[in-house]
């Protein structure tokens, strides 16, 4: 008696069965489901108000400068108006931005900073 599902009988015409066409073997790579995120710099404004060595210490303290790198970036920022303290994601930019703006705010320096996407 014939059976339908004879696992050992020929494939239909329209069947490639294993080879060129099936699909046997084949692995579909599924795009990752974590995308990087995107990054923000901490930007510092210079004026002309509040000591250079408030900055030196704050671009230590904040964003983990060293003393040489905390001196080069608050003399660029004193120079040429604006400057790159760091980047970090979202959450951490704002964070810093915060925590400048307080600690200027508590010790009267019309410091500024802010946020910008890279
Ligand atoms: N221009 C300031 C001064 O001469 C120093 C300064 C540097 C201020 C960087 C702000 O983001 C700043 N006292």
Request: proline letters at 8%; hydrophobic letters at 35%; one cysteine or more.
């Amino acid at each position: 008696m014939p059976d339908e599902n004879d696992n050992n009988r020929p494939p239909d015409n329209d069947d490639p069965g294993v080879g060129p066409g099936s699909d046997v073997g084949v692995v579909t790579k599924t795009a990752p489901k974590t995308k990087r995120p995107s990054l923000y710099k901490v930007l510092l404004l210079n004026d002309d108000y509040t000591p250079q060595e408030f900055v030196v210490w704050l671009l230590q303290a904040i964003f983990k400068k060293d003393p040489e790198d905390a001196v080069r970036i608050m003399l660029h920022v004193h120079q040429s108006g604006v400057g790159v303290c760091g980047v970090y994601t979202y959450e951490i930019a704002e964070t810093k931005v915060a925590q400048v703006m307080e600690l200027a705010r508590r010790n009267q320096h019309p410091l500024q900073c802010t946020m910008e996407r890279e």
